[in-house]
Every structure is written in structure tokens, then in C-alpha cells.
């Protein structure tokens, strides 16, 4: 089967995961598309592959070659976001053959403007898929998906393609973010692996922020205000103290690359009591801390001048920059640009302004960075994957295969 092919079969799957569900899977759809992928790759007389309860897929090729190689893995999720709904019979997604780099007339009567759209002009003479504009598409993640149940037919079909032993898992419930949560690092063996979810094609993230959330409560002292002098603590306005003295410069709508910031999420006060949430978001693990040691100062500073007790700050820490893991493996980054750019396309390795799957991955002791797929607008009615980028996507990981096949270096586990 050809690669648009599956990827046109998977997106007809209903796999929504949705929060607040205790369930796992969230909803039952990304289990009949996980049942669905187990007998798919079973017929291609791979025998290696197991669905456990929890709607995660596991297995693995054996090497072809005698040689002491990393197992290397492959890993994309079977969710999509609960944005939009997925498409339905009469609503299937179509193919625009040879894209001329025009604005795409969705049937919806939305638009997609190359001049609105900069992905659409790497897509100029290729094949692309939208989809009618009432739903999403669902590239991510099915497009990483397809990806690599591709790359595992091919390595079947293909017994003179030498490679090391390869692992692959398509989990549930990545939109949630509990992806992780269940994931079975020892069922999926590998000393390393790429998540192949999202972005561009061409694209290689292994650095993503350090991120944490921040509660600040301010109790605030309320009396009549005509007879409010010398007691009255207006906890709105201490809350508007505590904001000023973050450095306005560093916030989300300024900031870019490396640049990390302070994100107020939430305000809700009057003049008893007021509480904020933040977030925090920086690359480097240094001035991370820092800025958390920074909102516990300016914490203590207005109750010393407010009083003990006045503002409190709790600090949780989320997600880590991956980066401090991959580093000691650079084969990870050096393999991936060398096989993207042997299909043709220059890599790029930017910085995640966000977190990712690998991440936490990366810190259970499997270094995990990503590969960009080759669809975009995800999360939107408005969602295109290139047929093209994926079919490189897919040389991508083989070609990666490839060059693990020979690689006498360290093994992780
Ligand atoms: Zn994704």
C-alpha cells in the first residue's frame, strides 16, 4: 500500500482524546485504530508486535546484520486533537495533485493563502492533502504514523536493506498530555529513538523549553474604605505590584527563539483575597531556575512589606529541555541531518517553543528527538500534509535505519 494511501485510511479513524476522561485510552477510538495497526503490521510477517491494555502498541524488527548496533526507535502517537472532529464517510479528505501555489478553495468556502500560509510555498509541485474544511485532518499525528508503519513494510519486503535490531510504539493520549504517563520504556527497548510527529519535514527538535507553573495567592486585608487608613491590604493591587516588577519585556508576545518569558495565565481578585497563575518557559536550565528564584523574591519582598503571610508562591515544575540528554549522543542529530539531507532538503534544528513527547522520554533514560513529518496547520480546519514530504520522511527514517546498521558505538540500556 502506498503511504497517502494508509495515511487516507488511518485519518478516517476516530481517535479524539479528550481530558478528564479515567479511561486509558481517554476514548475507545484510538484502541479500534491500534487493533486495526496490529494486524496490519503482523501481515507484513513482522512477529514482534503487542498491544498491551492500555491502547499502547510495542514491537520490534530483529537486525539483519551481525553487527553490535543501538535499537533504535521509532515512535508517533494515535490521537488527534479535540480541536475538531475527525473525517467522516462523505467527508473524506481529497488530493490536490501537482499544488500550483495558488490559494486552495476549501469546500467549506475557508481559504488557504500561500501568502498567509509560508508552509504552502515549500509545497509548490507537490501533491497535498486538505480536507473539506469542516474537519481536521489529523497529520498530526497520523502522518508519523503512516511514516513508519511504511518504513516497517518496507523493511519486510526488502530483505537485502540491512539494518540493526528496530523498535517501534504508537501510544494514545499524546494531545492530553499523558502520553508519557504509561509508556513502558522496557517494552519498547531501544537505546535510542526519534518521536516522528509534527512540523515541517526537514526539521530535527531536540531542544524545547524548561517549563513550570506558578500559583500566587494574596490575602488581602478588607475594612470599610472611609475607615480603611492604615489597615485596609488591597489584594488586586498587591497582585498588580507583583506584576509590575516582572520585566514587561519578558513575555510571550515579545519574545522568540531562545528567549524565554513569564506568561500571566489567569487573574481573579478584589480586595480580600487575589490569585494569579504564570507561567514559566526558558531554554536554559540556569536562568530557569533563576526566574523561579526570581517570582519567590519578589514573594518575600512584598511580605516584608505587607506582612508575613500576605503572598504566597508554589512553584511546580513541569516539562525539562531534552537537550541536556541528547547532547552526549550527537549521533541522534548528526544521523538525522545527514539522511534529510540526503533526500533532498536542507535540515533545519530549531528550538521547540513548547515541550514534547521525547522529552520526558529523553529523561527516563531514552535520548528522543523529533522529526518533523511533513504536514502543518495542525490543530485546524485548515490542515494540509504534503504527500511528497512524507514519502522523504519515510526515506528519512530508513535512511537513518541505515546508518545505525553500521554503528558500533555505545548502546544505551
Ligand atoms: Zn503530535
Same mark, same amino acid.
Given at each position: 500500500?502506498?503511504?497517502?494511501?494508509?495515511?487516507?485510511?488511518? &485519518?478516517?479513524?476516530?481517535?479524539?482524546?479528550?481530558?478528564?476522561?479515567?479511561?486509558?485510552?481517554?476514548?475507545?477510538?484510538?484502541?479500534?485504530?491500534? #487493533?486495526?495497526?496490529?494486524?496490519?503490521?503482523?501481515?507484513?510477517?513482522?512477529?514482534? =508486535?503487542?498491544?498491551?491494555?492500555?491502547?499502547?502498541?510495542?514491537?520490534?524488527?530483529?537486525?539483519?546484520?551481525?553487527?553490535?548496533?543501538?535499537?533504535?526507535?521509532?515512535?508517533?502517537?494515535?490521537?488527534?486533537?479535540?480541536?475538531?472532529?475527525?473525517?467522516?464517510? /462523505?467527508?473524506?479528505?481529497?488530493?490536490?495533485?501537482?499544488?500550483?501555489?495558488?490559494?486552495?478553495?476549501?469546500?467549506?468556502?475557508?481559504?488557504?493563502?500561500?501568502?498567509?500560509?509560508?508552509?504552502?510555498?515549500?509545497?509548490?509541485?507537490?501533491?497535498?492533502?486538505?480536507?473539506?474544511?469542516?474537519?481536521?485532518?489529523?497529520?498530526?499525528?497520523?502522518? /508519523? &504514523?503512516?511514516?513508519?508503519?511504511?518504513?516497517?513494510?518496507?523493511?519486510?519486503?526488502?530483505?537485502?536493506?540491512?539494518?540493526?535490531? =528496530?523498535?517501534?510504539?504508537?501510544?494514545?493520549?499524546?494531545?492530553?498530555?499523558?502520553?508519557?504517563?504509561?509508556?513502558?520504556?522496557?517494552?519498547?527497548?531501544?537505546?535510542?529513538?526519534?518521536?516522528?510527529?509534527?512540523?515541517?519535514?526537514?526539521?530535527?527538535?531536540?531542544?524545547?523549553?524548561?517549563?513550570?507553573?506558578?500559583?500566587?495567592?494574596?490575602?488581602?486585608?478588607?475594612?470599610?474604605?472611609?475607615?480603611?487608613?492604615?489597615?485596609?491590604?488591597?489584594?488586586?493591587?498587591?497582585?498588580?505590584?507583583?506584576?509590575?516588577?516582572?520585566?514587561?519585556?519578558?513575555?510571550?508576545?515579545?519574545?522568540?527563539?531562545?528567549?524565554?518569558?513569564?506568561?500571566?495565565?489567569?487573574?481573579?481578585?478584589?480586595?480580600?483575597?487575589?490569585?494569579?497563575?504564570?507561567?514559566?518557559?526558558?531554554?536554559?536550565?540556569?536562568?530557569?531556575? #533563576?526566574?523561579?528564584?526570581?517570582?519567590?523574591?519578589?514573594?518575600?519582598?512584598?511580605?516584608?512589606?505587607?506582612?508575613?503571610?500576605?503572598?504566597? &508562591?508554589?512553584?511546580?515544575? /513541569?516539562?525539562?529541555?531534552?537537550?541536556?540528554?541528547?547532547?552526549?549522543?550527537?549521533?541522534?542529530?548528526?544521523?538525522?541531518?545527514?539522511?534529510?539531507?540526503?533526500?533532498?532538503?536542507?535540515?533545519?534544528?530549531?528550538?521547540?517553543?513548547?515541550?514534547?513527547?521525547?522529552?520526558?522520554?529523553?529523561?527516563?533514560?531514552?535520548?528522543?528527538?523529533?522529526?518533523?513529518?511533513?504536514?502543518?496547520?495542525?490543530?485546524?480546519?485548515?490542515? &494540509?500534509?504534503?504527500?511528497?514530504?512524507?514519502?522523504?520522511?519515510?526515506?528519512?527514517?530508513?535512511?537513518?535505519?541505515?546508518?545505525?546498521?553500521?554503528?558500533?558505538?555505545?548502546?544505551?540500556?
Amino acid at each position: 500500500m502506498k503511504l497517502h494511501e494508509r495515511f487516507l485510511n488511518y &485519518v478516517m479513524y476516530d481517535t479524539m482524546s479528550l481530558e478528564g476522561k479515567d479511561t486509558v485510552p481517554s476514548t475507545p477510538g484510538q484502541k479500534v485504530l491500534a #487493533e486495526a495497526l496490529v494486524e496490519e503490521i503482523k501481515s507484513f510477517g513482522i512477529e514482534d =508486535v503487542r498491544l498491551d491494555d492500555k491502547g499502547y502498541i510495542y514491537g520490534s524488527v530483529p537486525a539483519n546484520v551481525d553487527v553490535d548496533s543501538p535499537v533504535i526507535g521509532f515512535i508517533a502517537h494515535l490521537d488527534t486533537s479535540d480541536a475538531h472532529p475527525s473525517p467522516t464517510p /462523505g467527508k473524506e479528505p481529497r488530493i490536490i495533485e501537482q499544488y500550483d501555489g495558488g490559494v486552495i478553495q476549501l469546500d467549506s468556502g475557508d481559504k488557504l493563502d500561500p501568502e498567509l500560509d509560508t508552509g504552502l510555498k515549500n509545497a509548490i509541485g507537490c501533491r497535498l492533502i486538505v480536507t473539506d474544511g469542516s474537519t481536521l485532518l489529523g497529520g498530526d499525528d497520523k502522518a /508519523g &504514523v503512516a511514516e513508519i508503519v511504511t518504513a516497517l513494510e518496507y523493511m519486510s519486503t526488502h530483505p537485502e536493506f540491512k539494518h540493526g535490531k =528496530v523498535a517501534f510504539s504508537f501510544t494514545p493520549d499524546e494531545e492530553i498530555g499523558t502520553s508519557q504517563d504509561n509508556f513502558d520504556v522496557e517494552a519498547f527497548g531501544a537505546d535510542f529513538a526519534y518521536t516522528v510527529d509534527g512540523a515541517d519535514f526537514g526539521d530535527i527538535e531536540y531542544e524545547n523549553f524548561n517549563g513550570a507553573s506558578v500559583t500566587v495567592e494574596i490575602k488581602g486585608v478588607e475594612t470599610h474604605p472611609g475607615e480603611a487608613k492604615d489597615k485596609m491590604k488591597n489584594a488586586s493591587l498587591i497582585a498588580m505590584e507583583f506584576d509590575a516588577m516582572l520585566p514587561p519585556w519578558e513575555r510571550p508576545e515579545h519574545t522568540q527563539d531562545y528567549e524565554g518569558f513569564y506568561h500571566l495565565m489567569h487573574i481573579n481578585g478584589d480586595c480580600s483575597s487575589c490569585r494569579m497563575s504564570y507561567l514559566i518557559r526558558e531554554h536554559d536550565r540556569d536562568r530557569y531556575e #533563576e526566574r523561579k528564584a526570581a517570582v519567590k523574591r519578589i514573594g518575600e519582598m512584598l511580605n516584608a512589606r505587607y506582612g508575613a503571610g500576605t503572598v504566597t &508562591v508554589e512553584i511546580r515544575d /513541569g516539562y525539562r529541555n531534552m537537550a541536556e540528554m541528547v547532547r552526549p549522543h550527537m549521533h541522534l542529530i548528526d544521523f538525522a541531518k545527514e539522511a534529510i539531507a540526503e533526500c533532498g532538503v536542507t535540515p533545519r534544528v530549531p528550538a521547540i517553543r513548547g515541550g514534547t513527547d521525547g522529552a520526558e522520554l529523553s529523561f527516563k533514560g531514552v535520548p528522543c528527538p523529533n522529526l518533523g513529518t511533513g504536514s502543518f496547520n495542525h490543530h485546524s480546519l485548515t490542515e &494540509v500534509a504534503i504527500i511528497d514530504h512524507m514519502e522523504q520522511c519515510c526515506r528519512a527514517i530508513l535512511k537513518i535505519i541505515e546508518k545505525y546498521a553500521d554503528f558500533k558505538g555505545e548502546k544505551q540500556n
